[in-house]
């Protein structure tokens, strides 16, 4: 199991930019992708980004494709998730989440294994 501790969510206004954090602990050797989602009130949680843990293949969702850009630093076990341009419908929860099932659909949220606690951020307009 990987324990996974987001950071960087925040109040900004529409058009900044920030940067979210998410740093895995436990036993990190078998995760195949590394990703993050977004819960709105009342709604489902679903697909921003991922990241190949070895390979470094990002897949993004069509909603912040070319605002968002996800990274990662293997030797500090920390995945990123810098966003810009935000806007107020960019409002929501963000969890990092790993999977280790190799061949299973990326962009879905039944694939992920460890989930972190969520960081709340807020987009004003």
């Known amino acids: 199991q990987v324990q996974l501790v987001e950071s960087g969510g925040g109040l900004v206004q529409a058009g900044d930019s920030l940067t979210l954090s998410c740093i895995a602990s436990?036993?990190?050797?078998?995760?195949?992708?590394m990703g993050w989602f977004r819960q709105y009130p009342g709604k489902e949680r679903e697909f921003v980004a991922t990241?190949?843990?070895?390979?470094?293949?990002?897949y993004y969702s069509d909603s912040v494709k070319g605002r968002f850009t996800i990274s990662r630093d293997n030797a500090k076990n920390t995945l990123y998730l810098q966003m810009s341009s935000l806007k107020p419908e960019d409002t929501a929860v963000y969890y990092c989440a790993v999977t280790r099932r190799f061949g299973s659909n990326i962009r879905s949220v039944n694939t992920y294994d460890d989930w972190g606690q969520g960081t709340q951020v807020t987009v004003s307009s």
């Open positions: 990241i190949g843990w070895k390979s470094g293949t990002t």
């Open positions: 436990g036993d990190t050797s078998g995760t195949y992708y």
